[in-house]
């Protein structure tokens, strides 16, 4: 649990396998999989933007792990690489195993504000609560997803499905969603003031500055602010 946790914040990594089958239009569960995510694009905002106290996440589906390059081998195969006249099937015989994905996978990479106790669970019920249908729009291609039809059977199914984190991919502090929308929302408006009022005059500024600061209400989380999910001006 410790390296899931980083002061208030979680970083949660779920691999759900895939089911091996398809559509009566031959169409892959792994295919659909990735063109439902892919439709999520086309909306005002992901579904995501829903769940409370999300800072970052990402959806993908995995099909396989990829080797960059053939790894090293031993002494026969580095006396093949003087022999362009073996075979590459001999050659690649005297390579380590490959390791490969016997399914594709639905990857969930998620950051969020967990609170001081770390406990994820408050996360994981609110994601159901607010966008359960669909959840189950994606994860129920995936094997061991039939049971599950309830916030605490998906919080179940989730930890089930959870890896260790390598690290935090957000590149912020651990402070309250809330609290890092509103200070998005002051470093935009404070920008913008500070364009619009170069060259006054230090009077006119402090009369400019007093009314900036009562319109974006600094110690107001609600509003004035961004909005969650909010990717543009």
């Known amino acids: 649990m410790a390296s899931n946790v980083s002061g208030k914040a979680y970083a949660l990594t779920v691999l759900s396998p895939i089911k091996n089958a398809y559509t009566p239009e031959q169409i892959a569960y792994a295919d659909l999989v990735r063109d439902r995510l892919q439709a999520w694009n086309d909306e005002d905002n992901s579904p995501m933007a829903l769940v409370p106290n999300t800072y970052l996440c990402r959806y993908f589906v995995l ?28 050659r690649r015989s005297a390579l380590p195993y490959e390791d490969h994905l016997q399914s594709r996978y639905l990857v969930f990479s998620c950051n969020f504000y967990c609170g001081p106790d770390g406990d994820p669970d408050p996360y994981l019920r609110a994601m159901w609560n607010n966008i359960s249908a669909r959840i189950k729009e994606v994860w129920g291609y995936c094997y061991g997803f039939e049971g599950v039809n309830s916030a605490e059977t998906f919080i179940a199914y989730i930890k089930r499905c959870s890896l260790p984190p390598a690290l935090f991919f957000v590149g912020s502090n651990d402070d309250s969603l809330d609290e890092q929308l509103k200070a998005l929302y002051l470093k935009q408006e404070f920008s913008k003031f500070a364009v619009e009022n170069q060259g006054l005059d230090a009077a006119s500024l402090k009369i400019k500055l007093q009314a900036f600061m009562q319109r974006v209400a600094p110690k107001n989380l609600s509003a004035p602010s961004w909005s969650a999910g909010q990717y543009k001006l």
């Open 63 to 90: 099909d396989d792990v990829v080797n960059q390059s053939l790894p090293g081998g031993g002494a026969l195969d580095t006396i093949s690489d003087f022999l362009p006249l073996v075979p590459d099937p001999i």
